[in-house]
């Protein structure tokens, strides 16, 4: 694992260690990660990864907090641990997202989409390790309790995955992905808005149009209110070579194409 510095143009790779009291965190392919700050606006002080693949093709169904650690000879290291959850537990999945939401004072965890084996009771020797999109939930996860709870929202019919997702105060934004049975990504927009009162969450669910068509692309914050989307698929056989500015404000999203890299020839040519 390693730290990333960026300064004047260069990009420095650190490497870094974990703290004697860290679990064990297995490379994970597809994950859902998240940065988490203390308040509004601070400083990232932790990060989330929830699920992904294990290097034994096993799907994990684990939530990890990882902190920076600075320690006295200015080297930071990492600690890495579990987080227990009870309730309505999202499972083991891969291809989904994670979001953390502020609302009224509070904080909470908005969980997406993505892929898992298909169960137990269905599995055939054939199909052992067939996969399956997780069903339409959206999963609102209480850091500080471990708490799950599940939600069906009325817009959202089908689980994406490997879709992309920018969040901003109390809305999460669920951009493009797709399902298992269709090999289309479609260009509207979940616009997911959570309220945090004293007494249960409320979840709303807006279904915004756009021109963004996409999976599996990378997805960077750039400014507190601006993410740039870079790559990913049009469908399973198009690559997508364009860039995207996505900027929030208070109630809206806007989202922009802006002047590409001149990518090199391996990245035009691969198939990946």
């Not at 989330?48 to 096993?58: D, R, V």
């Not at 979840?203 to 997805?219: D, E, G, P, R, Y």
């Not at 929030?248 to 035009?268: A, R």
Request: hydrophobic share 30%; glycine share 6%; net charge neutral.
């Amino acid at each position: 694992l390693f730290l990333v510095d960026l300064k004047g143009n260069e990009l420095k790779l650190r490497p870094t260690t974990f703290t004697s009291e860290s679990c064990y965190l297995p490379p994970l392919r597809h994950p859902a990660v998240a940065s988490f700050h203390d308040n509004l606006g601070g400083e990232v002080s932790q990060y989330l990864i929830h699920g992904g693949k294990t290097p034994n093709n096993e799907i994990s169904p684990k939530l990890y907090v990882m902190s920076i650690v600075p320690s006295a000879n200015k080297k930071s290291v990492l600690c890495c641990s579990e987080k227990d959850l009870v309730g309505d537990l999202p499972g083991a999945r891969y291809g989904h997202s994670i979001n953390v939401v502020h609302s009224r004072g509070k904080t909470a965890v908005v969980l997406f989409g993505g892929r898992s084996f298909i169960p137990l009771n269905q599995r055939t020797t054939e199909k052992w390790n067939s996969v399956t999109d997780c069903q339409p939930l959206v999963y609102l996860i209480d850091l500080q309790f471990g708490c799950s709870t599940a939600y069906t929202i009325k817009e959202i019919q089908d689980g994406r995955c490997f879709h992309v997702s920018v969040s901003r105060n109390d809305t999460v934004y669920i951009i493009g992905g797709h399902t298992l049975e269709s090999n289309i990504r479609p260009p509207n927009i979940y616009k997911i808005k959570v309220d945090l009162p004293l007494g249960s969450p409320n979840i709303t669910c807006t279904v915004l149009q756009s021109h963004l068509s996409v999976s599996s692309a990378i997805v960077t914050h750039t400014s507190p209110d601006e993410f740039l989307i870079v790559g990913g698929y049009e469908s399973d056989s198009q690559k997508r070579m364009i860039c995207n500015k996505v900027s929030l404000s208070n109630d809206t999203i806007n989202i922009q194409e802006v002047e590409t890299p001149d990518w090199t020839g391996d990245i035009k040519h691969s198939k990946t």
